[in-house]
């Protein structure tokens, strides 16, 4: 069982004028089994959202609560929150030169465990979820994300999520440079990780292609820092039709 609950989260950022607040009081829970999509134009906090639930240090929090299963997150420090079971896919992965994909995979699966995994049952697990997701066996020699594609290294992000197996998944625009088979490839993977019992998803994406993989439970629009409407997967047809004209005319009133 997991449970990821957000109160009134409000943050703010340093930028060269002071201060700047991103978001303005975002309430939202993720119950085990739930996919939760959060939409959006540029701009609009979806990413610092993520952020700031996984502890980017450049991030204040300045007011409202985060807990997942009663425990506070905000507490934790960052490899806390992991071992607590957050995972968070990054929009932009970087590169890690000189650290092997396989050595960086059973670091962070030792990390989150207590325990290093096994190594003749750790290797088996490690190809079997790069074949699920059009890996090369060889790709684990390979520096983390160093020449890495944009599918590759997108392809990479749901290989951690299989092994690490987290309570929640926060994916920041996994479908970004995605080409239409990697997005499929990709999205299994993720249908693959919430079919499993006592698990969670939020799912950041400016556009519906990948909802067209991964059916959310809820969708929900984010506009300057809130929640302006939510609503079942019906809510990202509209946005699709309509855009967020009517969504960011109403913030600036």
Do not use: C
């Not at 607590?84 to 699966?109: D, H, I």
């Not at 993977?189 to 809820?218: A, C, M, S």
């Amino acid at each position: 069982m997991s449970k990821l609950e957000i109160k009134d989260l409000q943050v703010t950022v340093d930028t060269e004028d002071g201060p700047k607040q991103i978001l303005k009081g975002v309430t939202l829970t993720i119950n085990d089994g739930e996919t939760h999509a959060i939409m959006g134009p540029n701009g609009s906090g979806k990413s610092t959202l993520a952020y700031s639930i996984a502890g980017h240090p450049k991030y204040t929090i300045t007011g409202g609560t985060v807990t997942l299963d009663g425990e506070d997150v905000l507490a934790m420090t960052v490899d806390e929150r992991a071992r607590a079971g957050l995972f968070l896919a990054m929009q932009y992965p970087v590169e890690v030169p000189g650290v092997s994909v396989s050595n960086f995979l059973r670091t962070a699966k030792t990390a989150i465990d207590g325990e290093a995994p096994k190594l003749r049952t750790w290797v088996k697990d490690v190809n079997a979820a790069l074949e699920q997701l059009n890996l090369d066996p060889s790709f684990g020699t390979r520096n983390v994300n160093e020449g890495f594609s944009g599918g590759e290294k997108k392809r990479h992000e749901i290989a951690q999520l299989e092994l690490l197996d987290p309570k929640v998944a926060i994916l920041d625009e996994t479908d970004s440079g995605l080409d239409i088979d990697a997005l499929r490839v990709v999205s299994d993977g993720v249908n693959r990780f919430r079919g499993q019992e006592g698990k969670g998803v939020l799912l950041i994406t400016h556009y519906t292609r990948i909802l067209r993989y991964i059916t959310p439970d809820f969708v929900h629009v984010f506009v300057d820092g809130r929640i302006a409407e939510q609503g079942g997967p019906e809510l990202a047809d509209r946005l699709e039709a309509e855009g967020y004209d009517k969504y960011t005319k109403a913030a600036s009133v």
